[in-house]
């Protein structure tokens, strides 16, 4: 036992230092009554303030990242613009040292739980690494092999497998709408992968208690950008993009939730810095990462009757368009939509989750997933589902809530494939 404890603490202390270090970064969380005092608060975001909810929160608390180097001018900012804020986090790091032993200690349990058993195994105590969740999905596709198939939608920028499931008992045959989803875009939201993975896992190895759900067939991308995510795991906990090099600027990746080919480049909420958040990329479809989904869409496009994107973290339902602040023509089934998917959640669960269309309700961004599926290939029921966040800890949603946030979004998807199979 004492070998043990000696063992996680030099392997938590090398972890520590490989990491990109938040010492004396603080989160507070702003409070803005006035449109034009907000527009200026988000002159910040390219001075190094990292906006963690939505950039649309006129009279709502909104939390932001404040670096070390900005902890005194940006606090004074506020306050000569009267802006009221209080202190959240006040050292971000001891959040995510607390989290880096957590996921040490359960994924240590589970490698070692996996050696002795190696039959496909969900621990949802944890969160998962790239390398993880390939080894899980090809252990189903081994283990059931008439209802999952698994199968390379396309390579990362590092040289990553991007893993795509296709679900069904009836093998394709045609007869039922299907259902795509893709997970995991944006590398810190750890939560939005785990959701895709609880879905499968339900699909396969619980397929006797869920048999409604087979009334669609599904296509899954549980882990989208996995170098990214990887990245986050290994090095910089808050790491957004891809990892790609961009061509004259040391700073590396892309927003893939940017890059896609609709309206791409178009309006605000998007940045041609390379080092923004928010990078746009240097050509549409730039990012390997969105050719794997770009594919697989169009491989399946005639019969895909609803396409999510799992994102994190805010308890919303988001639909097109998310380019500018204009409605799709069929706003009313997209609303209404998400409108009973939301009170299937607060009735089953009491989370509240918020329906509506992504520009208006939170801030226009062009380039997005869900706009390219919607315009692309004419699917009329297109979202972004943005996942539940860790409370005040923001996208740190601590692992042991794993399990009641993937149960939520399951009786959300739930709603959403009764709604297209009694409809397509």
């Known amino acids: 036992m004492r070998c043990s404890v000696l063992f996680l603490a030099a392997a938590f202390a090398l972890a520590t230092a490989a990491h990109k270090s938040y010492d004396g970064y603080q989160v507070l969380t702003i409070k803005v009554n006035d449109a034009q005092k907000l527009d200026t608060l988000f002159e910040w975001q390219e001075k190094g303030i990292d906006f963690w909810d939505n950039l649309n929160s006129l009279g709502r608390p ?188 040391s700073c590396r990746g892309v927003d893939g939730n940017r890059n896609y080919g609709y309206r791409w480049g178009y309006g605000t909420g998007i940045s041609t810095n390379p080092c923004s958040d928010i990078f746009l990329g240097r050509q549409p479809f730039s990012e390997l990462e969105v050719q794997a989904v770009v594919n697989e869409l169009a491989r399946d496009a005639a019969g895909i009757r609803l396409y999510l994107s799992f994102h994190s973290y805010g308890d919303w339902l988001l639909y097109p368009w998310g380019y500018d602040r204009v409605l799709h023509d069929n706003n009313e089934e997209l609303d209404l939509v998400a409108t009973i998917v939301a009170n299937a959640i607060f009735q089953a669960h009491g989370r509240q989750y918020t329906a509506g269309n992504s520009a208006i309700l939170l801030y226009p961004a062009a380039g997005a997933s869900d706009d390219f599926a919607a315009a692309e290939h004419d699917i009329q029921l297109s979202y972004t589902v943005e996942l539940t966040g860790g409370g005040p800890r923001g996208f740190d949603l601590p692992a042991d809530q794993i399990v009641q946030i993937t149960g939520e979004i399951l009786t959300g998807i739930r709603a959403y494939a009764t709604y297209v199979a009694a409809n397509f």
């Open 62 to 249: 909104m939390r932001v990242m404040v670096p070390p180097a900005l902890t005194e001018d940006f606090p004074a900012f506020l306050r000569d613009n009267e802006m009221s804020y209080e202190l959240t986090i006040p050292n971000v790091e001891i959040v995510f040292q607390e989290e880096r032993m957590v996921q040490m200690q359960r994924r240590a349990r589970a490698m070692l739980a996996r050696s002795i058993s190696p039959r496909a195994t969900a621990d949802f105590s944890y969160y998962w690494q790239p390398a993880e969740i390939n080894e899980y999905l090809r252990q189903l596709g081994t283990e059931y092999p008439n209802l999952i198939t698994v199968e390379v939608a396309g390579n990362s920028y590092e040289g990553r497998e991007i893993l795509v499931v296709r679900i069904s008992n009836t093998g394709f045959d045609g007869t039922k709408p299907k259902i795509f989803i893709d997970a995991g875009i944006h590398a810190r939201e750890w939560i939005a992968p785990m959701s895709a993975l609880n879905l499968i896992h339900e699909l396969v190895e619980h397929s006797a208690e869920n048999t409604d759900l087979f009334a669609c067939d599904w296509i899954i991308i549980p882990s989208v950008n996995p170098d990214g995510y990887q990245y986050t795991h290994d090095s910089d906990r808050m790491w957004r993009k891809t990892r790609s090099v961009n061509q004259g600027s």
